[in-house]
Nanobody, 122 residues
Framework: QEQLVESGGGLVQAGDSLRLSCAAS????????MGWFRQAPGKEREFVAG??????YYADSVKGRFTISRDNAKNTVYLQMNSLRPEDTAVYYC?????????????????WGQGTQVTVSS
């Protein structure tokens, strides 16, 4: 059973940066397709970014501001978030999947972390 643990969230001001980390417990991490999703209060969970092998994918709302990367030697995926906006406020979750398909489709992910809160003040 894979376990994912997110960290790096916090309270920042608009324009600041944060880097989220998601550490996996299994050494098969390199086989996973990894994604970051977020859920704001009263809203549905939404796709933020994904990485499949060396290919990266982003939601339009974060393109150019966020960067997803992975370090397979550390079993960790990162989300570098720059130029943060109040509308980026949400709980951020990382997910892992082993099957190909729609990287932005949360229901196709097998494993999820517990989430980390990101709050951006104006």
């Amino acid at each position: 059973q894979e376990q994912l643990v997110e960290s790096g969230g916090g309270l920042v001001q608009a324009g600041d940066s944060l880097r989220l980390s998601c550490a996996a417990s299994e050494h098969t991490f390199s086989n996973y397709i990894m994604g970051w999703f977020r859920q704001a209060p009263g809203k549905e969970r939404e796709f933020v970014a994904g990485i499949r092998w060396s290919n990266t994918y982003y939601a339009d709302s974060v393109k150019g501001r966020f960067t997803i990367s992975r370090d397979n030697a550390k079993n960790t995926v990162y989300l570098q978030m720059n130029s943060l906006r109040p509308e980026d406020t949400a709980v951020y979750y990382c997910g892992a999947r082993t099957i190909s398909g729609g990287i932005a489709i949360g229901s196709e992910y097998t494993y999820w972390g517990q989430g980390t809160q990101v709050t951006v003040s104006s």
